[in-house]
Every structure is written in C-alpha cells, then in structure tokens.
C-alpha cells in the first residue's frame, strides 16, 4: 500500500508584530492511499493548518512533506499549483462557489482552471450522482445550503484526484445534510480509492473513519 501523505517533524510559524506564533510543532503523520482519516481536535489547535500545509496554500516553516512521494516544502506557486492539479481536491466549509455562475459551470471552473476542457458531460454526470440533474443552470443563490455543498464537492471531485482534503466539510449544513454529504464523500472514497483526510469536531464521523489522528495544542496527541 503506497503512501498518499507523509508530514515529517513539520512546524508552521505565523509572525505578528511583535510575536512569533508556533501553530504546528514538529508533526509527524502519514496516511495510505485509500485510507479515510479524520483529524480532531480543539478550535485553534492546528487542524486546518494541516490541511493548508497538505494542499500547499501554505508553506511550512521547517520539515517535510510529500504528497505521493513529491516533496512540496520548497517548491514555487507554479509547482505546487501543479502538484494540487495532479492530486488533490479540496472541500472547505464555505462553500466558495462563484454567485454569478450556474451549478455546472461553478464545477467545470476547476476543469477550466487545469486547462481540460469541453467536459460538459462530465460535470453533468458528477451533479446528476449528487442528485442535482435539475438543478444544473441554478445559481447558488437559487441552491440550498446542501445542494451547494455538494456542487463544492463536485468541484473538487471533478479532476478525479488522488487525495481530498476536507475541512469541516459540514461545519454549515444541518444534521440531515451534514449525514448526507459524509455519504457522498465516503461512497467516492472507497469506489475510487481515493485517500480522504476530513477535519471535523463530529465524533460520529471521526468514528466512521478508519482511524483518527488528534491535535492538541500544534501537536499530535493521538495517532
């Protein structure tokens, strides 16, 4: 079984003004390629660094990290813009979906965004699994909270990538859709084989998981 991510004694520094804030403090961690792991832990402990650090839009202080076996700590923008284009999907918990462009065309932006083209079919393919067949020309002004969600999962999923990256996925979404769209993920893991890394503070996802790695204070407490 390959590995997907490897982080190895990675520290992240923020300066202010006056101060250097250590977020993550040499953490060590990997996940297999088709292995769903969930990272808990307090508000403020350094969960979503991890996901910024493993999707390259932040950079690491000290420490590496490969993304299946790449080294992404030190490369330039266009590098890792490559990398991410060739591996990974992210899911945020806001949506982040462009207000004046429909559901299909909100997912096929990213296709457009890795210079594949002409894959209409594609995305409506990718929206009509995530039941919204009707809903291809809609806004997200016209799109509930869920169905939003999912066009931003579809996004992401649209490159078929190696590894997606969630955090907290759910953290806007009512009980019902927050279930749902857990399923959504988990199904497309497992089908394609994909590794899934979520951020959450829901234990019952954290559960479903095939393990769990905690952050507490910027550092592994369990793993």
Excluded: W
């Amino acid at each position: 079984m390959s590995t997907a991510i490897q982080f190895h004694n990675v520290s992240l520094d923020y300066e202010t003004k006056d101060d250097v804030i250590r977020v993550l403090n040499n953490v060590s961690f990997s996940v297999n390629s088709d292995e769903i792991v969930s990272i808990i832990g307090p508000s403020g402990s350094g969960k979503t660094s991890i996901i910024m650090l493993a999707s390259g839009l932040e950079t690491a202080t000290t420490g590496s990290i490969l993304i299946n076996n790449q080294e992404i700590v030190g490369l330039n923008e266009n590098d890792l813009s490559d990398v991410r284009r060739k591996n990974i999907g992210i899911v945020f918990q806001s949506f982040y979906l462009i207000p004046n462009l429909t559901a299909i065309e909100n997912v096929l932006l990213s296709l457009e965004a890795n210079e594949k083209y002409n894959l209409d079919e594609e995305a409506k393919a990718l929206l009509t699994e995530f039941g919204l067949s009707h809903r291809f020309n809609h806004l997200p002004s016209e799109l509930s909270g869920g169905e939003q969600q999912r066009v931003a999962i579809a996004r992401a999923l649209i490159n078929k990538p190696k590894i997606i990256l969630a955090d907290e996925p759910t953290g806007n979404l009512d009980s019902a859709n927050s279930e749902s769209m857990i399923d959504l993920l988990f199904e497309y893991s497992k089908k394609s084989k994909t590794s899934l890394v979520i951020v959450t503070h829901d234990n019952t996802v954290a559960n479903r998981c095939d393990r769990t790695i905690e952050i507490k204070d910027g550092q592994i407490a369990q793993y």
